[in-house]
């Protein structure tokens, strides 16, 4: 494999303790064969599940992430989870921005940078999500979108922080039952956009940085998607949620991209 390719998956408010360390110990022991020279593999559980999920698996074949974080160490903010407290479970990464934290609970592009920049304060590999919605997409704006949402939310995040960043673009009407999935044209379009403006932001150290492609990939888009030369991985949702079926979909994507 001529680079590394990223699978990653978002358990959102599902799975209990329970069900989320059986699907942990199960994805690593299905997957246990692939080199993690050749993928990087991640789940990031309910914060419920987490404190029982980071010692369930070897860590050395997966990722731990928390949905969610305040910019905070500690203060009056009632229902929030600080840094300090994901850094007593060993977190390895805390994903930023999700659509459903920007459009459901309406999280801002200047509290996604508090909580980018607290992450990597802390040490925290970072995911940024970013996606435009439809309204935007149908105004012709989703560049823009897309660099403005990259822009706010890395200001004042130094070239030295580039090798703790990851990026998922996932369209906003692309995401869920209700989602359409995107042409793989489309988003190889929108994942240049983004590279040009991490490179703006980040010089050379950019080309550290993947960027994952996320909304409704399932096993029908998975190899048009990962074959796209600026797409560097597969976040992925409902698809991803058996074990049997996200350990299929990374072979099937690896696959093609060898054979591209
Ligand atoms: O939101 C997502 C991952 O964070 C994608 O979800 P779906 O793959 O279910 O559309």
Known sequence: MD???????NLKMYKTIEETVSYLKKLVENTKDISRDEIELFVIPSYTSLSAAVTSVDR???????????WEDQG??????????????ALDMVMIGHSERRHVFGEKDREENLKVKASLAHG????LCIGETLEEKEYGISPEILRTQLKVGFHGVSREQADKIKVAYEPVWSIGVNGIPASA???????KVIKNCLEELFGEKSAEIPVLYG????PGNAEA?????SIDGLFTGRAAWQADDFDKLIRQAMN???KR
Do not use: R, W
Request: proline residues 4%.
């Open 3 to 9: 680079k590394k390719l990223y699978f990653g998956t």
């Open 215 to 218: 909304g409704s990939v399932n």
């Open 225 to 229: 998607m990962i074959v796209q030369p």
């Open 256 to 258: 093609a991209y060898e």
């Open 76 to 89: 009056q903010f009632t229902g929030e989870i600080s840094p300090l407290m994901l850094k007593e479970l």
């Open 60 to 70: 050395s074949f997966i990722k731990l992430g928390a949905q969610n974080m305040c």
């Open 185 to 191: 044209e489309y988003a190889e379009e929108m994942h």
């Open 124 to 127: 925290f590999d970072t995911l």
